[in-house]
């Protein structure tokens, strides 16, 4: 019997702080699945970063891994918008940390990943890496027309017809 789908699971990183009298743990959450969305669309992925408020002072963030495995920050304003909000808990703080791409385009496909550093103790955790496959739109660069040669008869015959009841 299967318990966890591996397709829908949440990755999971604990991470113990290196001090002794403390179990500060810092874990990072999000799905595993990739994304495929088309170009021109709004995208927005989730990471929840979960520590405990005493012990850790945290920063977290998404990055871009490029094709030689470099972690990069994203720093494109026109092109990402990161936005954090947080809840506190009983001695705990999540942190959501939402990416957002305004309108995806082809060269926002890759692998991007969150991360969170305990800056008391340098801890780190970081998630999987999510690979997002952004498509062509198949409908770009078209210009659909409402009027279509019929429809302009249809609408003159209309407009000869109200004229010939009127008279």
Not at 63 to 68: G, I, L
Not at 113 to 128: D, L, P, Y
């Amino acid at each position: 019997m299967q318990i966890f789908q591996p397709t829908t699971a949440f990755l999971i990183m604990f991470v113990l702080c290196s001090q002794p009298n403390s179990l500060a743990t810092v874990t990072v959450r999000y799905p595993r699945e990739p994304v495929t969305k088309t170009e021109g669309l709004l995208l927005s992925l989730k990471c929840s970063v979960e520590y405990k408020t005493k012990d850790c002072d945290i920063e977290a963030n998404w990055r871009y891994m490029n094709n030689s495995f470099e972690s990069l920050p994203l720093m494109d304003p026109n092109t990402y918008l990161i936005t954090v909000n947080e809840t506190e808990r009983t001695e705990h703080r999540e942190r959501n940390i939402f990416l957002t791409f305004n309108s995806l385009k082809l060269q926002d496909s890759g692998s991007y990943q969150c991360e969170a550093v305990c800056r008391n103790s340098g801890t780190q955790a970081k998630g999987h890496l999510v690979r997002l496959n952004v498509t062509a739109d198949p409908y770009k660069g078209l210009k659909a027309s409402t009027w279509s040669g019929r429809l302009k008869t249809d609408a003159a015959m209309l407009a000869l017809s109200a004229l010939i009841l009127l008279l």
